[in-house]
């Protein structure tokens, strides 16, 4: 069964920096896809970037990007320039191709923006 | 179309009722699926249909839970003989199916929050 682990309950960050959330994934399938998601307190999840594993280039969105590793099962995310409105929940998510319903979720780190 | 709606957004409740939330996904969208979200941990799987199809369930749904979606357009999750165990966030989301075109990017609503005493 896949596995994605968050090892950062909590990060914090200083407005306008930069910082890198971490996430870790255990699979046997050679063909799936990596997301990462926002909550905001009180708001729904939102996608915030997107991998698919058969594309070695690192996917980037705006401020947001994201250093692949596949053989190391690695799966970060970058936030350049960060601001308040980033502060929210991260969450981390596996989808197979096959079990294309389900996404496979980990537990989270809290973003703390300090202004 | 204003994207996902859950009602209600919170439910307090006596164990032993019975409680229902609603759905309602972006209207284009033929899958719907609900997770479950306790404080603290990612969501967790539930089921989902497309259409009005039901086509997996977690072993997370047991007999108390039932879910519908008899249109294949709006859904209702229906938790029956709530135990205190069942607090927490439910969350719905909705996407086209993933293939050719498309993504299958879920989008999720607000959550209903069940909190049962």
């Known amino acids: 069964a896949q596995t994605v682990t968050q090892s950062q309950p909590e990060m914090s960050v200083q407005e306008a920096e930069t910082v890198t959330l971490s996430c870790t994934y255990d699979?046997?399938?050679?063909?799936?896809?990596l997301f990462w998601y926002k909550q905001p307190p009180s708001r729904q999840m939102i996608l915030v970037i997107r991998?698919?594993?058969?594309k070695q280039q690192n996917a980037t969105e705006n401020r947001f990007s994201v250093n692949f590793q596949k053989a190391a099962k690695s799966f970060s995310l970058k936030i350049s320039d960060s601001q308040l409105g980033d502060a929210a929940m991260y969450f981390c998510?596996?989808?197979?191709?096959?079990?294309?319903?389900?996404?496979?979720w980990g537990a989270g780190t809290k973003l703390i923006i300090k202004p | 179309d204003t994207g996902v709606s859950q009602n209600p957004r919170h439910k307090i409740t006596k164990r032993g009722q019975n409680v229902t939330f609603r759905c309602d996904p972006i209207s284009e969208h033929n899958r719907l699926y609900w997770y479950r979200q306790t404080l603290g941990q990612g969501p967790e799987f539930l089921t989902y249909f497309q259409n009005e199809a039901q086509l997996e369930k977690s072993r997370l749904l047991s007999d108390r839970f039932s879910a519908e979606r008899p249109k294949g357009s709006f859904s209702t999750l229906e938790i029956q003989r709530t135990e205190q165990g069942d607090s927490a966030m439910y969350l719905c989301a909705s996407s086209h199916s993933p293939g050719t075109g498309a993504t299958g990017e879920l989008f999720f609503g607000e959550g209903s929050r069940l909190t049962v005493l």
């Open positions: 991998q698919e594993a058969y």
């Open positions: 998510a596996y989808r197979s191709s096959v079990r294309n319903y389900q996404l496979i």
């Open positions: 699979t046997s399938e050679s063909d799936y896809y």
